[in-house]
């Protein structure tokens, strides 16, 4: 099965309650909300207390990706305003073991984020602390950008590397996705595609869920 988590960050915040209804219509898996400080990306978004207002009106899980400067001052705010996956970014700092358990220990799946550039070679000495990995297949920190072919061989070499290693993690991919590069990351390996721009410039936001989750599904079987 192929999840699919719609990101907030290209929401229409006029129209959000209504956009998250759509969202779990649509048989949406997660909510991934983008938090962004202008430091570690060039860009700000929003703060614990926008996740926690997204946790009182939806029941979907939420999957907050820190896109931060020191994470670790963040981890347990965002955890206390109903985070259920977190996602670090292996280049934000030295000890991304101690970040991993410091979100495990907050009550919350743990995941590192990969920028494009980033080896996923990286994460063999880390798999015990990992419940998911975030492969970035644009460079953070604005929507809308195009997807990066090369990411797809990264999705096959992190699974060879899932099977040597002896664990089969989920692999979440987010930039760009949308209705050809959604599918041919499924076929890559990922299980868990983050699209934004692509769903939520629809009018239908639910059938674009449900018609981009059919395609990924028919093409991860391929």
């Known amino acids: 099965m192929i999840s699919i988590a719609p990101s907030l960050l290209s929401a229409d915040l006029f129209r959000l309650e209504d956009q998250l209804e759509a969202c779990r ?12 400080d202008g430091h570690f990306v060039p860009n700000l978004s929003y703060g614990p207390s926008f996740v926690k207002a997204v946790r009182s009106r939806s029941e979907l899980p939420l999957d907050v990706h820190l896109m931060l400067d020191n994470p670790a001052h963040f981890i347990d705010a965002f955890a206390g305003a109903g985070a259920a996956w977190i996602s670090v970014h292996l280049e934000a700092g030295p000890h991304p073991d101690r970040l991993l358990q410091q979100i495990r220990a907050a009550g919350c799946r743990a ?13 063999r000495w880390l798999t015990p602390h990992l419940d998911f990995v975030l492969l970035m297949s644009v460079n953070p920190g604005f929507g809308g950008q195009r997807f990066h072919q090369p990411v797809l061989r990264k999705i096959q070499r992190l699974r ?5 290693l002896g664990v089969d993690l989920p692999i979440q991919v987010d930039g760009g996705i949308d209705g050809t590069w959604g599918p041919a990351c499924a076929k890559a390996g990922a299980s868990v595609l983050v699209a934004g721009s692509h769903l939520f410039k629809e009018a239908d936001l639910a059938q674009a869920i449900r018609h981009l ?10």
Not at 25 to 36: E, N, P, Q
Not at 113 to 123: F, I
Not at 215 to 221: F, G, P
């Open 25 to 36: 219509v649509g048989g949406a898996d997660l909510l991934h909300l983008d938090v962004m």
């Open 111 to 123: 995941g590192l984020a990969l920028n494009p550039g980033t080896d996923v070679e990286s994460l």
């Open 160 to 164: 060879e590397l899932w099977r040597e």
């Open 213 to 222: 989750q059919g395609c990924c599904e028919e093409a991860s079987v391929l």
